[in-house]
């Protein structure tokens, strides 16, 4: 399982005080150095946390792998064939919402999303599709020649129980041999932490994980290098 970091909070904490510390793009190469295979960022479109500047310096600066969050809209879907990112996760985005709240509705935009992965396509960006551990939705972001999924893990980091996580954990399993079998990559993420990582990690299907709370708050007590290598050990 391959680790991508999400950079987005460092970028909340620079611009809560207007300034350009810290920064999220060095950051990134942080993560980068302490062994992380990628680098998430979101551009919203309010701007709030990554702004345009970043995306374009991350362009120039990460080996890894840049994958771009963004929503489906005409603007966003513009930055993105411009920067040409190496992959592009497509997510629902609501202004109200602190954080990507659930999967994307692929039935309900089938056409909608089949012509802005052709476009992406076109730039030759690979496209993920966020999405729930649900075999309908799967089946329609292969029908929009999506090439990877990134499955939510939400509801399987939010488990209240030992077994409602089982049954959640089986649940993504079974979603992401479904994408395998339809030739697709499986990425997942949303709330993966330290601790829900231990039975997570079983998941042979899973190529990638993209986290981002969890090992930025651990770096504000331990340094982002360890951050990203106690993750990565337990990925191991
Ligand atoms: N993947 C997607 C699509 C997300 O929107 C987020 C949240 O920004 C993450 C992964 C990372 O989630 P977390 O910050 O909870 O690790």
């Given at each position: 399982?391959?680790?991508?970091?999400?950079?987005?909070?460092?970028?909340?904490?620079?611009?809560?005080?207007?300034?350009?510390?810290?920064?999220?793009?060095?950051?990134?190469?942080?993560?980068?150095?302490?062994?992380?295979?990628?680098?998430?960022?979101?551009l919203r479109e309010d701007r709030r946390h990554i702004r345009d500047r970043d995306v374009i310096l991350l362009r120039e600066l990460v080996t890894t792998k840049l994958d771009l969050e963004m929503a489906s809209t005409p603007e966003i879907v513009?930055?993105?064939?411009?920067?040409?990112?190496?992959?592009?996760?497509?997510?629902?985005?609501?202004?109200?919402?602190?954080?990507?709240?659930?999967?994307?509705?692929?039935?309900?935009?089938?056409?909608?999303?089949?012509?802005?992965?052709?476009?992406?396509?076109?730039?030759?960006?690979?496209?993920?599709?966020?999405?729930?551990?649900?075999?309908?939705?799967?089946?329609?972001?292969?029908?929009?020649?999506?090439?990877?999924?990134?499955?939510?893990?939400?509801?399987?980091?939010?488990?209240?129980?030992?077994?409602?996580?089982?049954?959640?954990?089986?649940?993504?399993?079974?979603?992401?041999?479904?994408?395998?079998?339809?030739?697709?990559?499986?990425?997942?993420?949303?709330?993966?932490?330290?601790?829900?990582?231990?039975?997570?990690?079983?998941?042979?299907?899973?190529?990638?994980?993209?986290?981002?709370?969890?090992?930025?708050?651990?770096?504000?007590?331990?340094?982002?290098?360890?951050?990203?290598?106690?993750?990565?050990?337990?990925?191991?």
């Amino acid at each position: 399982m391959r680790l991508s970091i999400n950079v987005d909070h460092v970028a909340t904490l620079r611009n809560a005080r207007g300034e350009m510390i810290p920064d999220p793009v060095s950051l990134a190469l942080m993560c980068e150095q302490a062994g992380a295979d990628g680098i998430v960022v979101h551009l919203r479109e309010d701007r709030r946390h990554i702004r345009d500047r970043d995306v374009i310096l991350l362009r120039e600066l990460v080996t890894t792998k840049l994958d771009l969050e963004m929503a489906s809209t005409p603007e966003i879907v513009s930055i993105a064939c411009q920067i040409i990112p190496d992959l592009a996760t497509i997510v629902p985005e609501r202004r109200e919402e602190l954080t990507t709240e659930g999967g994307m509705n692929v039935l309900d935009n089938i056409s909608h999303l089949k012509d802005v992965i052709q476009e992406l396509h076109k730039h030759r960006i690979e496209v993920s599709l966020f999405i729930e551990p649900d075999i309908e939705h799967i089946n329609a972001a292969s029908e929009v020649q999506s090439d990877f999924i990134e499955i939510h893990t939400g509801v399987y980091a939010n488990a209240v129980s030992e077994e409602e996580q089982f049954d959640e954990l089986e649940n993504i399993r079974m979603a992401a041999r479904h994408a395998k079998k339809l030739g697709m990559g499986v990425n997942a993420g949303h709330g993966l932490n330290y601790h829900n990582m231990k039975t997570f990690r079983a998941i042979e299907e899973i190529d990638e994980v993209s986290i981002g709370h969890a090992i930025i708050a651990r770096a504000v007590f331990v340094g982002i290098h360890q951050a990203v290598r106690e993750m990565i050990g337990l990925l191991q």
